[in-house]
C-alpha cells in the first residue's frame, strides 16, 4: 500500500519569502507524484507531477519539486511567496503498475495550509 | 474545455435523511473517481469507474453509500442515510484512460452537513 505523509499542517511565511513544503511517500514500487492546490471553495488544481523522468520538476505559479529516491521526498518550493499562494497544497502519489489497468488512482497526504503574511 | 460539473455545490439534511449528488466529467474522459474530503484532511477516494463499470469501491461504506454511472457518462453518488460523520466535501474527478499519469481533474465539490 501506498502512503504520503506531509510534515506540517500550518506554514507561515513572509512575502517575498520561500516556500517549502515537506511530503514524503512510502512505495514498494517507483511511484508518480503530484502537487495540488486547493483554493477556498474549489476543486483541486494541479501544480505539478513527476513520472520518472527529470528529477526535477518545475510547474506553475513558479512552484517546482525535487524527487529524491533515497530520501523517499518530493518537496515542494517556491523562492519567492506571493499573497496569492495562499491556499492548502496536497501531495499524492499513484502506482504506475496499477495506472494501465486501472487508471490514475491518486493516495494524498493530509495537506498543509499555506498562510502569507505582507 | 469545459471542466467537471458538479451539483448541488451545499446541502444541509439531519442525520437519518438521503442525499445524492450528480457528477457531470470532462467529454471524453473515460474514467471517473468520487473522493470524500473530511475537514483538515486530504481526499479519500470512495469509488472509481472506468466508463460505467467499476474498478475500486473498497472504500466505500456501502451500507449506506451507493454511486452509479449510466452510460459511462454523468455519475450519481447517493448517501441514505446519512450520519454526522458524513459531513465533507464530496469531490467528483476525471482523467482519460490511456496509460500513464494523467492528471485528474476536479470539480470544485458539493459541501454535505449532516446535522
Known amino acids: 500500500a501506498q502512503s504520503v505523509t506531509q510534515l506540517g499542517s500550518h506554514v507561515s511565511v513572509s512575502e517575498g519569502a520561500l516556500v517549502l513544503l515537506r511530503c514524503n511517500y512510502s512505495?514498494?514500487?517507483?511511484?508518480?507524484l503530484f502537487w495540488y492546490v486547493q483554493y477556498p471553495n474549489q476543486g483541486l488544481q494541479l501544480l505539478l507531477k513527476y513520472t520518472s523522468a527529470a528529477t526535477l520538476v518545475k510547474g506553475i505559479n513558479g512552484f517546482e519539486a525535487e524527487f529524491k529516491k533515497s530520501e523517499t521526498s518530493f518537496h515542494l518550493t517556491k523562492p519567492s511567496a506571493h499573497m496569492s499562494d495562499a491556499a492548502e497544497y496536497f501531495c499524492?502519489?499513484?502506482?504506475?503498475?496499477?495506472?494501465?489497468?486501472?487508471?490514475?488512482?491518486?493516495?494524498f497526504g493530509g495537506g498543509t495550509r499555506v498562510l502569507v503574511k505582507p | 474545455e469545459a471542466g467537471v460539473a458538479q451539483s448541488p455545490r451545499y446541502k444541509i439534511i439531519e442525520k437519518r435523511q438521503s442525499v445524492a449528488f450528480w457528477c457531470n466529467p470532462i467529454?471524453?474522459?473515460?474514467?471517473l473517481y468520487w473522493y470524500q474530503q473530511i475537514l483538515g484532511q486530504g481526499p479519500k477516494l470512495l469509488i472509481q469507474f472506468q466508463n460505467n463499470g467499476v474498478v475500486d469501491d473498497s472504500q466505500l461504506p456501502k451500507d449506506r453509500f451507493s454511486a452509479e454511472r449510466l452510460k459511462g457518462v454523468d455519475s450519481t453518488l447517493k448517501i441514505q442515510p446519512a450520519k454526522l460523520e458524513d459531513s465533507a466535501v464530496y469531490l467528483c474527478?476525471?482523467?482519460?484512460?490511456?496509460?500513464?499519469?494523467?492528471?485528474?481533474?476536479f470539480g470544485a465539490g458539493s459541501r454535505l452537513t449532516v446535522l
Open positions: 474527478a476525471s482523467s482519460l484512460r490511456d496509460p500513464g499519469a494523467n492528471v485528474l481533474t
Open positions: 512505495s514498494s514500487v517507483p511511484p508518480y
Open positions: 499524492a502519489v499513484s502506482d504506475p503498475s496499477a495506472v494501465k489497468a486501472a487508471g490514475n488512482k491518486l493516495t
Open positions: 467529454s471524453g474522459h473515460a474514467t
